[in-house]
């Protein structure tokens, strides 16, 4: 490989990518309401080493099944029948944040089920979400670099839904390159603020990690003010208890059939506890 061929990529390269694609690109247009933006075009971007430790971590924290990069990109390789060579990985991490007037609707419409700018930002947003993880595979392969979208994979990709926990969590690749931390409801607080999607691909290219960046503690942006205990409108959150997965996601589910009635789209969505608190539009003040 030539090296000029891929010596431009790095952390704003991807930020490039990613904010032009979210400008153009009509994915990431609330084409069935207003035509505005679904993710501000105002990114963050992290990366991490491939062999970065804390993957190792995340098998203890999360689950035996949660990948490292090294086994995601081994089984990449294995069904492409390329040559595998784990040496080089990093991961990119990146934050899209919600338009702020879907945050401010998603706070004045209801006190229990979501507004419809949210609801289509967790159906049509995710999917320009996936759309971005293959575009930016395929900018990468152009330079001919390898690159790979775990959570693409159906045969690879799982959500365990008994504790509802993915074996590719983007969230902490998010943590791992430094973007921000976890807050008391789960939801990731960084700079953007808590009410984002965000996503991560592995590529088989080295570039400089932000590890440096990673908060000691994966609670530490969160200030315990309360808020999201206050908005949850299912008590699924509590200081005692912190995050209960399973109520909320009773909730969550249980939003189907309103979403289908109210707004003729088949999604489930909430995140009240994303709006109107103190973490949504960046860290909060301790
Ligand atoms: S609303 Fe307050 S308590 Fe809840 S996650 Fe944000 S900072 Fe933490
Ligand atoms: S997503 Fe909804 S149900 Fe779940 S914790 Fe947040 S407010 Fe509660």
């Known amino acids: 490989m030539e090296k000029n061929l891929y010596m431009d990529v790095n ?13 153009n690109d009509q994915s990431n247009k609330m084409i069935r309401l207003d035509g505005s933006y679904i993710f501000e075009p105002n990114v963050l971007v992290g990366i991490v080493s491939g062999d970065d430790p804390i993957y190792i971590k995340y098998k203890e924290i999360i689950g035996d099944f949660h990948l490292t990069p090294s ?3 081994e089984w990449y390789c294995k069904k492409q029948n390329k040559e595998n060579s784990t040496q080089e990985l990093s991961v990119i991490a990146y934050i899209l944040p919600i338009n702020q007037r879907t945050k401010d609707e998603n706070f004045t419409y ?3 089920m979501p507004s419809e700018r949210w609801a289509h930002t967790r159906l049509f947003g995710e999917q320009a979400n996936m759309k971005l993880q293959t575009y930016l595979v395929e900018q990468l392969a152009k330079l001919e670099i390898d690159a790979f979208a775990p959570a693409l994979d159906n045969n690879l990709f799982k959500i365990n839904r008994t504790i509802w926990a993915s074996n590719w969590s983007h969230r902490h690749s998010c943590f791992a390159a430094g973007l921000g931390t976890f807050g008391l409801s789960d939801g990731f607080i960084n700079p953007r603020g808590k009410a984002m ?3 991560s691909i592995i590529i088989n290219l080295k570039l400089p990690s932000d590890a440096k960046n ?5 609670y530490e942006y969160c200030n315990y003010c309360g808020d999201c205990i206050i908005r949850c409108p299912v008590n699924a959150i509590s200081f005692e208890n912190r995050h209960d997965k399973i109520v909320c996601s009773k909730h969550v589910m249980g939003t189907i059939p309103y979403i289908q009635k109210n707004y003729g789209i088949n999604i489930y969505a909430c995140g009240l506890c994303q709006v109107a608190v103190s973490c949504s539009d960046g860290i909060p003040k301790k």
């Not at 952390?11 to 400008?23: A, Q, R, S």
């Open 197 to 199: 999607r965000c996503g």
């Open 11 to 23: 952390k704003n390269w991807f930020k490039d990518k990613i904010n032009t694609f979210l400008e």
């Open 71 to 73: 086994e995601a990109y």
């Open 214 to 218: 990673r908060a000691s503690d994966p």
């Open 110 to 112: 209801s006190k229990e």
